[in-house]
């Protein structure tokens, strides 16, 4: 499955052109054979609390995108504002399913409230673990989604440049001990939006700036590192 992160560059309050440019790189990205599409955090309408920047049933800020996986039948991953919540969330031209952000980070809470649930996403891709941002630095998030079932995991997020190098351990890190194949993809600011597979390989990164990488999800590659080496299966939460 090709997969692409899409490093946009998110204008705070700026929908109407996020979404223009939004649109304009995916169609470039399925031009170049993509069926995963992941989008940072937010990307719509950044970190903006403005009435206008706020979403509800039946969302129709993705509508857009609806239209997009009709028609080219792919998948597309993000992270959108709804009253308390900033939810991330899975499309397909079937449906769209919402996880919310466990962990607000800073100032985010006194705009958002914390998710109470984590599970991953069925989608005709496999089951899609999906994390927003601040949630990458809790092993427990990743590790939960994995041993619900997870195939991939999605982290969509907004994270600054001046800690670039935690991200990038991190991203690697969460692929490499759930043995799981990792899609990040970070705002065009922070940069390094990275793709990486079961065994911790990088397949691709972005340095900054706005830009499209690409990758591929090989599940059967994934149930071959687990196999060598059983770390999941050899678990002992009784101890833990």
Same mark, same amino acid.
């Given at each position: 499955?090709? &997969?692409?992160?899409?490093?946009?560059?998110?204008?705070?309050?700026? /929908?109407?052109?996020?979404?223009? /440019?939004? #649109? =304009?790189?995916?169609?470039? &990205?399925?031009? +170049?054979?993509?069926?995963?599409?992941?989008?940072?955090?937010?990307?719509?309408?950044?970190?903006?609390?403005?009435?206008?920047?706020?979403?509800?049933?039946?969302?129709?800020? #993705?509508?857009?995108?609806?239209?997009?996986? +009709?028609?080219?039948?792919? @998948?597309?991953?993000?992270?959108?504002?709804?009253?308390?919540?900033? @939810?991330?969330?899975? #499309?397909?031209?079937?449906?769209?399913?919402?996880?919310?952000?466990?962990?607000? $980070?800073?100032?985010?809470?006194?705009?958002?409230?914390?998710?109470?649930?984590?599970?991953?996403?069925?989608?005709?891709?496999?089951?899609?673990?999906?994390?927003?941002?601040?949630?990458? /630095?809790?092993? =427990?998030?990743?590790?939960? @989604?994995?041993?619900?079932?997870?195939?991939? @995991?999605?982290?969509?997020?907004? $994270?600054?440049?001046?800690?670039?190098?935690?991200?990038?351990?991190?991203?690697?890190? +969460?692929?490499?001990?759930?043995?799981?194949?990792?899609?990040?993809?970070?705002?065009?600011?922070?940069?390094?939006?990275?793709?990486?597979?079961?065994?911790?390989?990088?397949?691709?990164?972005?340095?900054?700036?706005?830009?499209?990488?690409?990758?591929?999800?090989?599940?059967?590659? /994934?149930?071959?590192?687990?196999?060598?080496?059983?770390? #999941?299966?050899? +678990?002992?939460?009784?101890?833990?």
């Amino acid at each position: 499955m090709r &997969a692409a992160c899409i490093q946009l560059y998110v204008e705070p309050c700026g /929908r109407e052109e996020n979404l223009r /440019r939004a #649109l =304009e790189l995916a169609r470039s &990205a399925i031009g +170049r054979g993509a069926e995963i599409l992941v989008y940072p955090e937010l990307f719509l309408t950044g970190f903006c609390y403005a009435t206008e920047a706020d979403d509800a049933v039946p969302y129709p800020s #993705l509508e857009p995108f609806r239209a997009l996986a +009709r028609e080219h039948s792919c @998948l597309i991953a993000g992270s959108i504002r709804s009253g308390r919540q900033n @939810l991330g969330f899975c #499309l397909d031209s079937e449906s769209l399913d919402l996880r919310p952000k466990i962990h607000p $980070f800073g100032v985010e809470k006194e705009h958002f409230d914390g998710g109470d649930f984590i599970s991953p996403v069925a989608t005709p891709w496999g089951m899609a673990g999906l994390e927003v941002c601040y949630d990458l /630095r809790f092993p =427990e998030v990743a590790r939960a @989604l994995a041993l619900k079932g997870a195939d991939f @995991l999605i982290t969509v997020a907004q $994270f600054p440049a001046s800690r670039i190098e935690q991200w990038r351990v991190l991203c690697i890190a +969460r692929a490499i001990e759930n043995q799981i194949p990792h899609l990040a993809c970070n705002y065009s600011e922070g940069g390094t939006s990275i793709i990486v597979d079961a065994g911790g390989g990088v397949q691709a990164e972005a340095g900054p700036g706005e830009t499209v990488i690409f990758g591929e999800i090989d599940l059967e590659e /994934r149930d071959a590192v687990r196999h060598s080496l059983p770390c #999941l299966s050899d +678990r002992r939460p009784e101890v833990y």
